[in-house]
């Protein structure tokens, strides 16, 4: 059975940084992508970074210059380096991975279960 935890939310200032990680458990055969998602409250969850069968990651525009994905491929983990933190990404942060368990298996989607950043003075 395949696990994703992300840890390293917390409460932070504006301006500060976090670091989150998120480490995949289980049999995986093959990754197709690994990503973060995050939800404010009120809105929808939103997709802002995402990295596709291992190759340069992609950022939406509200994060990009700020944030950093990163991977270590040999541990099934990601990270995300949040620097410059405002106030507007107070948000429960998901992982998410397209994945699959078996060679024979289709890729299917997993989420974590969250973490929540909280920027505030």
């Known amino acids: 059975q395949v696990e994703l935890v992300e840890s390293g939310g917390g409460l932070v200032q504006p301006g500060g940084s976090l670091r989150l990680s998120c480490e995949a458990s289980?049999?995986?055969?093959?990754?197709?992508?690994m990503n973060w998602f995050r939800q404010s409250q009120g809105k929808q969850r939103e997709l802002f970074a995402t990295?596709?069968?291992?190759?340069?990651?992609s950022y939406a525009v509200s994060v990009k210059g700020r944030f950093t994905f990163s991977r270590a491929n040999a541990k099934n983990a990601v990270y995300l380096k949040m620097n410059s933190l405002k106030l507007e990404d107070t948000a429960v942060y998901y992982c998410?991975?397209?994945?699959?368990?078996?060679?024979?298996?289709?890729?299917?989607?997993?989420w974590g279960k969250g973490t929540l950043v909280t920027v505030s003075s």
């Open positions: 998410h991975a397209v994945l699959s368990v078996r060679p024979e298996d289709p890729m299917l989607a997993y």
């Open positions: 990295s596709i069968s291992g190759g340069n990651p």
């Open positions: 289980g049999s995986i055969f093959s990754i197709a992508s």
